[in-house]
């Protein structure tokens, strides 16, 4: 299958994921909202990153998909996956990217019904799943070691101003990124610009890109600012930010294209604990202090 970002009117359809019909049940497949309360069970596709989903099985986006679960009165189960395979296990299709032409290809068990996971809203991953409303803000952010001569950009009154003189100061100097994530350079005109670009690929935790930056041996990294605030905690002294790479950002929570009114559930849901309180707990227990960071956001969610 074939999408091109320049034909939205295509997704009038339905994504139709076909298995092995044979051998697998209906626990084995993506539903819409009927298909998930027949089985009594929301499967949560949750990456281990920053303070979304953590290592324990808590985070801002565990709290969120439970008290989903729990609205549309179903038992709630933590499906671990990872950056490059997350798409894979809510469709089932593995995403081949090419520019703005995104394939979805072979045939792989489904594991989950959603995606909820720090989990930005990017145009080519528009064109796969169905997101929410936001749930969270973000931006990806230029980082350097404490001891570069590199220093941060002056504060501008237009971002984009911010955003050009950051570049600036990158060149084309050594970065390191992890491709396929929200840290992918394609996601920001950063390929094909002489860039030294490092792609980590040790493992997928995002987690690692700042211990690989302390080693010394690439100049900056790509962080976004949910994991930059937890990291500048974690190493504290040891990394500052240069300014900012991207525009503002929407996380949001992801379903397949086939679960339109699964996903209308949780925007109702999300609307629901935004008016009673319950989001903003969920904002300061896991990231207090960034409605510093994007007022207009939090003004907007209330």
């Given amino acids: 299958m074939t999408f091109k970002a320049e034909q939205p009117n295509i997704w009038v359809k339905r994504l139709t994921l076909v298995l092995a019909a044979s051998v697998i049940s209906l626990g084995a497949v993506a539903g819409d909202l009927n298909e998930i309360k027949a089985s009594g069970v929301l499967r949560h596709l949750g990456i281990k990153y920053a303070n979304f989903v953590k290592a324990d099985g808590t985070g801002f986006d565990v709290e969120l998909a439970q008290g989903f679960a729990k609205y549309l009165g179903v038992r709630y189960e933590l499906v671990y996956t990872n950056f490059y395979d997350v798409i894979r296990d809510l469709l089932g299709k593995d995403v081949a990217r090419t520019g703005d032409t995104v394939n979805l290809e072979g045939n792989y068990p489904i594991r989950g019904d959603m995606i909820a996971t720090g989990f930005t809203v990017l145009p080519w991953r528009q064109q796969v799943v169905l997101y929410s409303q936001p749930t969270f803000p973000s931006q990806v952010l230029l980082v350097a070691r404490t001891s570069s001569p590199y220093q941060p950009v002056a504060a501008e009154h237009e971002l984009r101003n911010e955003i050009a003189s950051t570049r600036a100061v990158l060149g084309k100097k050594s970065l390191l990124v992890m491709e396929r994530t929200c840290l992918d350079p394609a996601n920001y005109g950063l390929k094909g610009k002489g860039i030294d670009l490092r792609s980590y690929t040790a493992n997928t935790n995002l987690d690692e890109m700042v211990p690989e930056l302390l080693k010394g041996d690439v100049e900056f990294t790509l962080l976004d600012v949910p994991d930059a605030v937890i990291d ?71």
């Fill in 232 to 302: 500048l905690q974690r190493w504290a002294g040891r990394i500052k930010v240069i300014g900012p790479i991207s525009e503002h950002q929407d996380l949001a929570a992801a379903f397949p294209k086939s679960s339109p009114v699964l996903r209308a559930a949780f925007d109702d849901y999300l609307s629901g604990i935004r008016a009673d309180g319950s989001y903003d707990k969920l904002v300061n227990r896991y990231y207090p202090g960034i409605r510093r960071y994007f007022p207009n956001f939090f003004a907007r969610s209330q």
